[in-house]
């Protein structure tokens, strides 16, 4: 499994960083007519010591420094716009590269110097006063905010050696299996009302994942979400729920998968304090990713809590979240804990200078093999946005 996840899955494991607000920079823009582009570049010093503990009581502890890309892949994105009557033409496109492929001595996991070029975006959007249809490849809406809403999206976090994180040739994996899971990619199209007094809503069908090599998937992946947005004098709150459901045949057997995520954030006096979290059947119970179903006797249940403070140039965050599998198939009920708790500092330097300090913990550990992990992470870097 650790070889799978990663080879294959944390290779595509993280979200868009056009989310972070980036300042695109405007290369085109006559007669309703706009291209721009954005971009993300990060880099981390990053030092771990990892206590692993297996069956017999036995401790393997080992340290591990790296420098590597953090949460969010270094990418650029190019954004296409024109206004065409009551209608508006939108167009994005993004490309996302690994930037650790140093080392050739990792046998089976070498990299070399394969950049992992990936495209998570690529999808046209038409809006009016209907609201808006998105048409081709984007990011899910299942615990779409709860990801987008992580205070350490900008920053590192948890690094399970468990996952193959420490040595991986890609992201970290922030809070994915420590409080949400990751909304892949996916081939869709999703209908979105425009604003109604602060509440938005979103539904789209999108294309089913695979149960088995041999599964049958008879109807579409559906998913929703719905965000309410106020202001009450010096005070911001959103509420938010998402929801995901799809079902697969294997052998003859119907397999339904399914989840909802929640969440809320309050922002007053340079204090923003989030609680979110989510549950699941049959989908996201490998690493935390939602594209990986199965049968839906596998549960999952995580929450993320965390609280920031701004002043002037400077963001200190303090962050604490779980994950809990639960796996009614296994001979005892197998249950595994993921858990995450992190301590970070950001300082814009500049417009598109962000420096980061942070420090994360992770634990886990799993019933079925009684192998825990025991794992801290110092990591300080830059990110520039453009």
């Known amino acids: 499994m650790k070889h ?16 972070a607000a980036n300042a695109a920079v405007e290369i085109y823009n006559n007669d309703g007519t706009t291209f721009s582009a954005d971009g993300l570049i990060n880099i ?6 990892i206590d692993a503990t297996d069956a017999a009581g036995d401790v393997t502890s080992r340290d591990q420094s790296r420098v590597k890309m953090g949460f969010l892949p270094n990418n650029i994105g190019f954004g296409y716009g024109k206004q065409l009557d009551d209608m508006k033409i939108e167009v994005r496109s993004s490309f996302w590269v690994s930037v650790n ?27 009016g006063d209907w609201g808006s249809l998105t048409l081709g490849k984007d990011f899910g809406l299942f615990n779409r905010t709860n990801i987008l809403g992580d205070e350490l999206l900008l920053g590192y976090g948890q690094t399970s050696d468990t996952f193959g994180l420490v040595d991986g040739g890609n992201v970290s994996f922030g809070n994915i299996s420590t409080g949400y899971s990751y909304p892949f990619p996916k081939s869709q199209i999703t209908y979105r009302t425009n604003d109604m007094n602060g509440l938005s809503l979103a539904v789209g069908i999108m294309d089913p994942n695979k149960a088995a090599a041999g599964s049958s998937e008879d109807t579409p992946r559906i998913e929703f979400e719905a965000v309410y947005a106020a202001s009450m004098d010096s005070m911001d709150a959103k509420f938010w729920v998402n929801g995901v459901s799809q079902s697969s045949e294997v052998e003859g057997v119907d397999q339904d998968q399914s989840g909802l995520g929640y969440g809320v954030n309050v922002k007053f006096s340079g204090i923003s304090l989030t609680a979110s979290g989510y549950s699941s059947e049959g989908l996201g119970h490998v690493a935390g990713l939602d594209h990986v179903v199965g049968a839906e006797s596998n549960e999952s249940d995580g929450y993320l809590v965390q609280a920031s403070y701004t002043t002037g140039a400077n963001r200190f965050v303090i962050s604490s979240g779980e994950t809990e599998n639960l796996d009614k198939s296994a001979p005892a ?49 830059t990110v520039v946005t453009f």
């Open 4 to 19: 799978i996840l990663t080879k294959s899955l944390i290779a595509t494991a993280i979200l868009a960083s056009s989310t």
């Open 44 to 49: 981390f010093y990053v030092n771990s010591s």
């Open 333 to 381: 009920a197998g249950v595994t804990k993921h858990s995450n708790f992190a301590l970070g500092y950001f300082r814009t330097v500049r417009p598109g200078v962000i420096l980061v300090a942070e420090y994360n913990n992770t634990e886990s550990e799993n019933s079925v093999s009684t192998v825990a992990e025991d794992n801290g992470t110092f990591s300080i870097g």
């Open 101 to 127: 492929d140093t080392d050739l001595n990792r046998g089976a996991n070498a990299l070399g110097t394969n950049s992992l070029i990936d495209v998570r975006q690529f999808y046209a959007k038409l809006s």
